[in-house]
């Protein structure tokens, strides 16, 4: 058999090998007893034995279930922010000389090169003072600093990818700016809004630096989920987070078709 | 006579760039108004003010005796064809060309009513539920078209619809425009750079340069009486033949003259530098002195001969402005029409 791709092929196949195989390890934790994972040197690398038990276990101590509530609500809290504020900013931005808006995009992005941890610290000081600290809200603000300038650049990409004259259009053919809105460019930028909730969401449901610093007391599952791994409970650890995994999972296939770097370069001609 | 379209010392300037240079211009109800210049010179940014998507520095426009300046585009009463059409991607074609309509709250009735009507008369029935980007060139630019019929506002702008089309579509789309225009009565201004479409649509050319209108009539005027000498130069496929006055007689002076205009004599002679045959007649181009000039004759001639031939008609520019218009030998000066506006 001739061809060309196979070398791309076998290289993507050990790629895939090397990602998935942690994962493989969690399902195997998961869903293995006890004895025949983590009370063996050399853990079998196939599965022998399924069982349910560590998930029963999970689910019993409910003490993990509040933490992913307020995951969720940090991870929605996040992402409707992020396109709500990188909405207009991308609009706004689009408006302005290329030059001028990619010096701004790039200035957004400076925030994110330094540690988290320098940011994070003062951060929590002066939420303190305001009463955000320990609050699921406090953890969203601080997060969407993590995920608002790749947003921002998401929706930029998707209004530079608009025709040119539709807008100008839509005001010669009666409407109003909120009419030419609602009716003309939101349908066509449902696109990078879906991708830029998403991977806000997605960021958040696995952030950790500014939610352990911003709420230690009332934390997010990663956090939780870290407390219990360390605290030599993996099993019901593992179930939980293979749980978690999930949604993060199906995101990742429906977003998959969306991802394919067009709207990921801001509309900039590279 | 009633003015649909009174346009005021418009001024607009990009960035020191100066556009529009205090242009005027008046475009007479149900006429086909033609704004004719090369690529740069504006145009766009013309129609673009007169819509009200792009701000003047100062100036009046006034559509049906209405000072419109400072009123946003959607109060102003104007349809537009943008070049790439600018067709909603999302909606088919029947939500494209129902979308002003529905702005202006028109009920859902009628506006089935206008725009299976205006779908009628573009011929595009057919694809009036297929999403439009879909659809062809052509049958895109029937969509922009009906969009803006169907609203019957006070002005049409089309902003050189026919150049993103194929040449044989764009000579039966030509044809359908000006159609369209003489049987609805409504007043276009269209730009373009083609001569081709400025001389077979216009019932008046206004040839825009140096951000005014230097010159405007209709094509035939512009062509045989061009006022300057860069009208003369821009209108025609050939550019008007320019001579040193002193050749003829006329000192200090510019002739021009068109590749037509030439007869049996001998009042120039020039060397012959290429041959170009176009539909049955010889186009050729010769030197004489330092200038080049272009003729058109029945006869083939040879590239290097020295040929010499005489004027039937001329015009006469000093200072690149038309002077005097001698046509036929004897020198019967016709006087310049002062065309209005």
Redesign the interface.
């Known amino acids: 058999m001739k061809n060309k791709n196979m070398p791309s092929y076998i290289i993507a196949i050990i790629l895939a090998v090397i990602f998935i195989y942690p994962l493989y390890i969690l399902i195997l934790i998961a869903f293995e007893p006890i004895s025949l994972t983590f009370d063996r040197l050399y853990p079998y690398q196939l599965p022998f034995i399924f069982t349910l038990k560590n998930f029963e276990a999970s689910i019993k101590d409910l003490s993990l279930i509040k933490p992913v509530i307020r995951s969720i609500i940090v991870a929605f809290t996040v992402g409707i922010l992020a396109i709500a504020l990188a909405t207009p900013a991308g609009y706004g931005l689009n408006k302005l000389a290329a030059r001028f808006s990619n010096k701004i995009i790039m200035l957004m992005f400076v925030v994110n090169m330094m540690p988290a941890i320098v940011i994070a610290i003062p951060i929590s000081v002066y939420f303190i003072k305001v009463g955000l600290y320990n609050n699921i809200f406090g953890i969203a603000l601080a997060q969407e600093l993590v995920v608002l300038p790749i947003s921002v650049f998401i929706m930029l990409g998707g209004f530079r990818a608009l ?4 807008e ?9 700016i909120f ?1 030419s809105f609602r ?2 460019i939101l ?2 930028i449902k696109i990078p809004l879906l991708i830029s909730f998403l991977l806000a969401w997605m960021t958040s449901w696995d952030e950790f630096t500014y939610a352990v610093i911003i709420s230690p007391v009332n934390p997010t599952f990663p956090v939780s989920l870290y407390d219990y791994v360390s605290r030599g409970e993996p099993f019901i650890a593992s179930s939980f987070a293979l749980l978690v995994t999930i949604p993060v999972i199906v995101i990742v296939v429906v977003l998959q078709k969306y991802l394919k770097g067009e709207y990921l370069s801001g509309g900039m001609k590279i | 006579m009633k003015y649909k379209l009174e346009l005021v010392d418009l001024e607009k300037s990009f960035s020191n760039k100066k556009v529009l240079d205090k242009l005027n211009l008046k475009v007479i109800d149900g006429e086909f108004l033609v704004v004719l210049g090369p690529s740069g010179e504006g145009k766009s940014t013309l129609l ?1 003010t007169i ?3 792009e701000n003047l520095d100062s100036g009046k426009i006034i559509v049906n005796g209405t000072d419109v300046t400072f009123k ?3 109060k102003r009463n ?3 064809v ?3 059409y ?1 067709l ?3 909606m088919t074609a029947y939500e494209n060309i129902a ?2 309509l ?3 709250r028109t009920d859902r009735n009628s506006i089935r009513s206008k725009v299976d009507q205006v779908a009628k008369l573009l011929n595009i029935e057919p694809q009036l539920n297929i999403n439009v980007t879909r659809l062809s060139g052509g049958q895109q630019q029937r969509v922009a078209i009906a ?1 803006a019929l169907v ?1 019957d506002p006070a002005l049409f702008l089309l902003d050189e619809p026919l150049s993103n089309l194929d040449a044989r579509v764009r000579y039966t789309s030509r044809q359908e425009l000006k159609r369209l225009q003489k049987e609805l009565s409504h007043t276009f201004v269209y730009v373009t750079h083609d001569q081709v479409e400025a001389s077979n649509l216009a019932d008046r050319v206004a040839v825009l340069h140096n951000g005014v209108i230097e010159q405007i009539g209709p094509y035939n005027e512009l062509y045989e009486k061009p006022n300057t000498q860069w009208v003369g130069d821009f209108i025609g496929t050939y550019p008007m033949n320019f001579i040193p006055g002193d050749l003829m007689g006329y000192p200090d002076s510019t002739i021009g003259f068109r590749t037509r205009w030439v007869s049996e004599g001998n009042d120039i002679t020039a060397k012959v530098t290429l041959i170009e045959n176009s539909e049955g007649n010889y186009f050729v181009h010769c030197k004489t002195g330092d200038s080049d000039i272009v003729i058109r004759t029945d006869t083939k001639y040879n590239v290097d001969d020295t040929i010499s031939f005489g004027l039937e008609r001329f015009n006469i520019y000093k200072n690149g402005v038309l002077e005097e218009i001698k046509s036929g030998n004897s020198v019967a000066s016709s006087g310049i029409n002062d065309v209005d506006n």
């Open positions: 025709p040119q004259d539709i100008n259009q839509a005001m010669v053919d009666g409407a109003s009419h009716n003309v349908p066509l | 673009r819509v009200g998507i946003p585009p959607n104007i349809a537009m943008f070049q790439n600018a909603y991607p999302n979308f002003p529905k702005m202006a969009r609203r």
